[in-house]
């Protein structure tokens, strides 16, 4: 298996195959934890693959039996209490800016490819993938009340978001843990599959995700996004403003070829699938690549 190191260095790596990119959380003797070179690598990573051709899906998983324990609690927690507000201050703009904003609004779909444990921390970019499958056994906890501090680093927003007052605020409160199958029934991953179909099911979204027209996905998940926190009359005019603005950007070829297909044509019906760009064939022409064979 693998990649170059650079720009990810030693605690991100990435695989691509079959134009995913598989980014790893790369700790795997620390269960995947985020310290904080680990942010800063994967804000480098994250952001490179915006502009690579090899990668049309990102995939964020883990090493070994974690997705990630969360926040390090020794060097992003312990070997920080005495360092400058200043200082405290930086490496938490750090975790967010990977976490919360590049990860959230990158240029590519992503999945969260949930293989193991995730606790604390890890909820925040576990949300802030646009998809999320979880392996049934994954084991998740919101475990910041268990050694005394409220889940942070906007964990509790991202909770409330995804899982729902009732469910949120019971594992805030008790840091009991739950497996993938809670998580798929609580709506804080897409689904739960056993562990050896994991990568199956999780390829085959992302071989759908690269059928579509990717400036309108971009566009798409980004509208979802933003509107959420606002009122009716600004979302109805930024949506109109953003599919202005894609399908500007796009060319609108796929548009118009698919209207062309469906009215014209009589030879595609967008309600039951996927407009096959002409000469293009999607992403499904892609030859299948094990992980282990990376593309470079
Ligand atoms: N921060 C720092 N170190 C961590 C860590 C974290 N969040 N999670 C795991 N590690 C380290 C352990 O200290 C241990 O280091 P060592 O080998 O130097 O002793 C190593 O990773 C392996 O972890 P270990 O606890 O031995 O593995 P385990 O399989 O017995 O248990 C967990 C796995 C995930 C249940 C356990 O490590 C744990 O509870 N981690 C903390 C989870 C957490 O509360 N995260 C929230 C942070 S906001």
Partial sequence: MTSSTAPWGNTVDVVFSDDIAFVYFNRPDK???????????????????????????????????????????????????????????????????WQQIKLRFHAKPTIAMVNGWVFGGAFTPLTSCDLAVASDDAKFGLSEINWGIIPGGNVTKAVADT????????????GETFDGKKAASMGLVNESVPADQLEKRVRELAKTLMGKDPVVLRAAKEVFKRVRFMDWETSNDYIYSKTDASNLRSGAEFRQGAMTAFLDEKKFKPG????????????????????GKSKK
């Avoid at 002409?278 to 094990?290: I, Q, S, V």
């Fill in 163 to 174: 899982m729902g007052q009732r469910n949120a605020l019971y594992y805030i409160m008790t």
């Fill in 31 to 97: 269960k995947n934890c985020m310290s904080p070179t680990l942010n800063r690598e994967m804000y480098a990573t994250l952001h490179a693959l915006e502009l690579d051709p090899r990668c049309k899906v990102v995939v964020l998983t883990g090493r070994g039996a974690a997705w990630s324990a969360g926040m390090d609690l020794k060097e992003y927690f312990r070997e920080t209490d005495n360092e400058s507000d200043a200082f405290k201050m930086r490496i938490r703009e750090e975790a967010a800016a």
């Fill in 272 to 291: 039951l699938s996927t407009y096959q760009r002409k000469g293009k064939g999607g992403a499904a022409k892609k030859a299948k690549t094990a992980v």
